[in-house]
């Protein structure tokens, strides 16, 4: 199984609204990720978790909260958005190792985020 | 700062045309380089990684990559395209900085026409 599963597919939120994005994934993997991704553009990394613990946030704006309850789980809340933040939300996942050669990155399918 | 860059944004191809997307990146430890595929309304997929040893690696779907060191360069060819290769592919560059982080390129369009 090398799936990492994201729920909802789709999500429309008011600016006002506080949300959570989903990420799952049992491929035993330590490390997990956010990225976002706006239309025609690449993904760009937001946070990192690494044992359960944030290693890397890419300053991204307090109103994106990463939680990451356990191995299996990550967890994105939002809350007051902005319309700007509309994109695709992409979670990953990957072995965390001292060795470059084993980190590599599974993508879920996304959540489509629009904020009205 | 590490970058990726993608020399082409859109390229439109033939069937069975050949094709070669240019990717160079700028990091000077040691990194990882892929080349994922993204086609229209799914998600990224992983289409060949190189990590070391032999610089000329094989992907999926009869993709190639070349890794030449001395020109901070990964790029993609394919011998002959598909109207299915029809997709947009991120050139990323992986390194660890006290985590590892994903760089990746613009990105490439490439359509196929039948």
């Known amino acids: 199984d090398t799936e990492v599963t994201q729920t909802p597919k789709h999500l429309v939120m008011g600016m006002t609204n506080k949300k959570s994005l989903k990420c799952e994934q049992h491929?035993?993997?330590?490390?997990m990720y956010w990225y976002k991704q706006k239309a025609k553009k690449p993904p760009e990394l937001m946070f990192v978790?690494?044992?359960?613990?944030?290693?890397i946030n890419e300053s991204v704006p307090s109103r994106f909260s990463p939680e990451c309850p356990n191995s299996s789980l990550l967890n994105l809340h939002l809350h007051a958005l902005q319309p700007e933040d509309s994109a695709l939300y992409l979670c990953?996942?990957?072995?965390?190792?001292?060795?470059?050669?084993?980190?590599?990155?599974?993508f879920g399918a996304g959540t489509r985020l629009s904020v009205l | 700062a590490q970058s990726v860059s993608q020399h082409n944004h859109h390229v439109i191809l033939s069937e069975a045309a050949s094709l070669e997307l240019g990717c160079n990146y700028s990091?000077?430890?040691?990194?990882?380089l892929f080349w994922y595929v993204q086609y229209p309304g799914q998600h990224l997929q992983l289409l060949l990684k190189?990590?070391?040893?032999?610089?000329l690696v094989k992907g999926i779907k009869g993709f190639e990559a070349e890794f030449i060191k001395s020109k901070f360069s990964f790029n993609l060819r394919k011998p002959s395209v598909q109207w299915s290769d029809t997709a947009e592919y991120f050139c990323?560059?992986?390194?660890?900085?006290?985590?590892?982080?994903?760089?990746f390129g613009a990105g490439t369009r490439l359509f196929v026409k039948a």
């Open positions: 978790y690494s044992y359960e613990k944030l290693s």
């Open positions: 990091y000077g430890g040691t990194v990882n």
């Open positions: 491929m035993g993997h330590r490390a």
């Open positions: 190189y990590f070391s040893g032999d610089p």
């Open positions: 990953a996942s990957s072995q965390p190792t001292d060795s470059v050669a084993k980190n590599i990155q599974y």
């Open positions: 990323a560059v992986n390194a660890y900085t006290g985590g590892f982080k994903t760089i």
